[in-house]
T-cell receptor, first 111, second 114 residues
Framework: GNSVTQMEGPVTLSEEAFLTINCTYT??????LFWYVQYPGEGLQLLLKATKADDKGSNKGFEATYRKETTSFHLEKGSVQVSDSAVYFC??????????FGKGTRLSVIA | DAGVIQSPRHEVTEMGQEVTLRCKPISGHNSLFWYRQTMMRGLELLIY????????DSGMPEDRFSAKMPNASFSTLKIQPSEPRDSAVYFC????????????FGSGTQLSVL
């Protein structure tokens, strides 16, 4: 079946550090890929998405590129801020099926 | 729009009691999803509805769990009887059929079964 694997957290970084959160997927078809973010005490919200190979999704300084050859969709940000502290979820949807989420990676950014 | 509204925010109950979680989706959204979040298993899809009709309930863990959507603006998730292993955060999310991949989540219900 379809699945998503994320790097285990927590990840702790200093402000302005570079961020990478790894995500790989398994899918029978040709899925769309997503990153969702969950701020403390809130529900998840869509951060960015990519629907085909080599697409780059971007939002709020975050980027992720759909790599079909490595079945990956790693999340990156060049300079993190304290306000980026949250839990980040990688997800996929294959041919319109409901989203399948990874377990989430907690990011803590310290000043 | 107020977004997806869930109630209660927190629920503490004793084993064996009935628990009802409520959700009001965003007006105009056609799809509604119930997810459960735990440390061990992450975010699991329990059931989803399209146009008030249950489409897939294969994620519902046991017969103790049931969900209804009597109209486009209201859904419930019921656990009867509740057990300590049901303790988790339960999220409701909605989306439009045109923008199905963009889910709008509620703030969740933190359930503790003692």
């Amino acid at each position: 079946g379809n699945s998503v694997t994320q790097m285990e957290g927590p990840v702790t970084l200093s402000e302005e550090a570079f961020l990478t959160i790894n995500c790989t997927y398994t899918a029978t078809g040709y899925p769309s890929l997503f990153w969702y973010v969950q701020y403390p005490g809130e529900g998840l919200q869509l951060l960015l998405k990519a629907t085909k190979a080599d697409d780059k999704g971007s939002n709020k300084g975050f980027e992720a590129t759909y790599r079909k050859e490595t079945t990956s969709f790693h999340l990156e940000k060049g300079s993190v801020q304290v306000s980026d502290s949250a839990v980040y979820f990688c997800a996929l949807s294959d041919r319109g099926t409901p989203l399948v989420f990874g377990k989430g990676t907690r990011l803590s950014v310290i000043a | 729009d107020a977004g997806v509204i869930q109630s209660p925010r927190h629920e503490v109950t004793e084993m064996g009691q009935e628990v009802t979680l409520r959700c009001k989706p965003i007006s105009g959204h056609n799809s509604l999803f119930w997810y459960r979040q735990t440390m061990m298993r992450g975010l699991e899809l329990l059931i989803y509805f399209n146009n008030n009709v249950p489409i897939d309930d294969s994620g519902m863990p046991e017969d103790r769990f049931s969900a209804k959507m009597p109209n486009a603006s209201f859904s419930t998730l019921k656990i009867q009887p509740s057990e300590p292993r049901d303790s988790a955060v339960y999220f409701c999310a909605s989306s439009s059929l045109q923008g199905w991949e963009k889910l709008f989540f509620g703030s969740g219900t933190q359930l503790s079964v003692l």
